[in-house]
C-alpha cells in the first residue's frame, strides 16, 4: 500500500467544527474529523435499534457477512432480546459454533425510522453540516454496522455518493481509493471520530476487534435525482390518465408496411403525449416541491419516521414548539408545511400568522392566546387542523391543560 498522504492524516479543526470541515475537506479529500459535533447516538441506542430491525427482518435491509459472504438465513445470529446489550451480542457471536470464531458483520439499512429520538439526532447532526455545504435535494441512506473482527475483501460503496461515517465505538480503519487521483489512503478512526470521502471513491473496511458505526451515503451524481423525479412523474400522470382515459393496449404484433418497416401505433403516440403534457402542467412541479419540503425537513434522512396519533386540543392547552417548521409557497395564499419529514398543504392568510406567532413565541403559549393573536376563534377548524398536524409531526409539544380559575 503507498504511503498515507498527508491530507488523510488526523484533523483537529478549531472553532465551529463543521464549517472548517465543510470548507476545507467536505467533497474533496478523504479525511478524519477528530472533534466533530456528537452524533447523538451512543451503545445502547445502537443496540435497540438493531434489535428493532432484527424483529422484523428484511433481506435488503438487514445483512450478516463474514468472510465467506453474506448469510442468507441469519436466524438466531441476529440480536433479540436475550442480548442485554451490544457487549452481550458481540460475546454471543464471538461463541456461536456457526460462526467457528470468524469475523463478522451486521449491517441495518435506514433502521432509523423507527424511533424518532435516534432518527431527530442524526437529523439534526447532519443539518448542522447542510448549512455550510447546501441542503441534499435526494434521500441520503444511513448504514448502522456493528462488527467484530471483520475485514472487507472486496471494495465497496457506491462511487456517486460521498460518505460521512460515524464512530460510535471501537476502532475502524478504511482504505479509500478515490477514482480521479488514483491515490490509496488509509484512514483510522476512533470512538466520536468521523470518517469522510467524497464521491467517486472506493473503500474497504476493517474492524480489528468490535467496532459500531453509523455511515451516512450522500448521492452526489445528477443520475441519483432520476428516482425522485420518476416517481414524482407517476402520481400526476396517473391521475391525468384517469380524467382523459387510459390509452388502449398496444396491438400485438406491431402493424407492419409491405416492405416490412414497423408503422408507430396511434395508442403508443397518446401514451407520449399523455407523458408530455403531465410534464407540461402543474401537478409535477407541486409533486418535486412537497418531496423537497420533506426532504428538507427530514436533512435528507429518508424514510421518517411515521406521525403520531393526534391529540385533542382546547383553547387552555399549552403549546410549544421544539422543531424547525418548512414553508414552501405554492400560490398567493397557498403552502405547504414540513415537519420531521411529514409534508401537508395549507391555505389561507391566516395559517402564516399562526407560524409567525409559533416562530416567535420563545415560550409556551395556550391554544387561546395563539388564536387571539393569528385573529382567528380559538375553536376555529381551520387553527385546530393547523395544530393537529403540527403536533401529530413532533413539531409542537403539548403540555396540560391550564387549571380552571
Not at 114 to 121: M, Q
Request: charged residues 25%; hydrophobic residues 40%; proline residues 10%.
Amino acid at each position: 500500500m503507498k504511503p498515507r498522504p498527508a491530507s488523510a492524516r488526523r484533523t483537529a479543526p478549531h472553532g465551529p467544527a463543521l464549517r472548517h470541515f465543510a470548507e476545507a475537506h467536505w467533497a474533496r479529500e478523504p479525511v478524519v474529523v477528530t472533534d466533530a459535533p456528537p452524533l447523538g447516538l451512543d451503545r445502547a441506542d445502537a443496540h435497540a435499534l438493531l434489535v428493532a430491525a432484527a424483529e422484523h427482518p428484511d433481506p435488503v435491509s438487514l445483512q450478516l457477512a463474514t468472510a465467506d459472504g453474506e448469510l442468507h438465513r441469519p436466524g438466531s445470529l441476529l440480536p433479540g432480546p436475550a442480548d442485554r446489550d451490544l457487549d452481550g451480542y458481540v460475546a454471543r457471536l464471538a461463541s456461536a459454533a456457526s460462526l467457528d470464531g470468524d469475523g463478522w458483520l451486521l449491517t441495518a439499512v435506514d433502521p432509523l425510522c423507527r424511533d424518532f429520538t435516534a432518527w431527530s439526532r442524526v437529523r439534526d447532526a447532519l443539518a448542522g453540516l447542510w448549512r455550510y455545504v447546501g441542503w441534499p435535494a435526494v434521500p441520503v441512506t444511513a448504514e448502522l454496522a456493528v462488527g467484530d473482527r471483520h475485514h472487507a475483501v472486496a471494495e465497496a460503496g457506491d462511487p456517486g455518493s460521498a460518505s460521512l461515517t460515524w464512530v460510535v465505538d471501537g476502532e475502524l480503519t478504511v482504505r479509500v481509493r478515490p477514482e480521479h487521483t488514483g491515490t490509496e489512503y488509509e484512514l483510522r478512526a476512533g470512538p466520536g471520530d468521523l470518517v469522510h470521502w467524497p464521491a467517486g471513491s472506493r473503500h474497504l473496511d476493517h474492524r480489528a476487534g468490535p467496532c459500531t458505526t453509523l455511515r451516512v451515503g450522500v448521492p452526489a451524481r445528477t443520475a441519483a435525482a432520476l428516482p425522485l423525479v420518476t416517481e414524482a412523474v407517476r402520481g400526476p400522470e396517473r391521475r391525468r390518465r384517469t380524467r382523459v382515459g387510459a390509452p388502449a393496449a398496444l396491438p400485438h404484433p406491431l402493424p407492419a408496411r409491405a416492405d416490412g418497416r414497423l408503422s408507430i401505433p396511434a395508442q403508443l403516440t397518446d401514451a407520449a403525449g399523455l407523458f408530455t403534457d403531465t410534464l407540461a402542467g402543474p401537478d409535477v412541479e407541486e409533486e418535486l416541491l412537497a418531496r423537497w419540503a420533506g426532504l428538507r425537513s427530514a436533512a435528507g434522512l429518508n424514510p421518517a419516521p411515521p406521525p403520531r396519533p393526534a391529540v385533542p386540543l382546547t383553547g387552555r392547552h399549552r403549546l410549544v414548539r421544539v422543531g424547525e417548521i418548512v414553508r414552501v409557497a405554492t400560490g398567493p395564499d397557498d403552502a405547504l408545511w414540513a415537519a420531521n419529514g411529514q409534508v401537508w398543504p395549507v391555505r389561507g392568510r391566516a395559517a402564516d400568522r399562526v407560524l409567525s406567532c409559533l416562530r416567535t413565541t420563545h415560550q409556551n403559549t395556550t391554544v387561546t392566546d395563539l388564536a387571539r393573536a393569528s385573529g382567528l376563534d380559538e375553536r376555529s377548524p381551520h387553527l385546530h387542523g393547523l395544530l393537529r398536524e403540527l403536533c401529530r409531526a413532533r413539531a409542537v409539544e403539548v403540555t396540560p391543560q391550564e387549571p380552571l380559575p
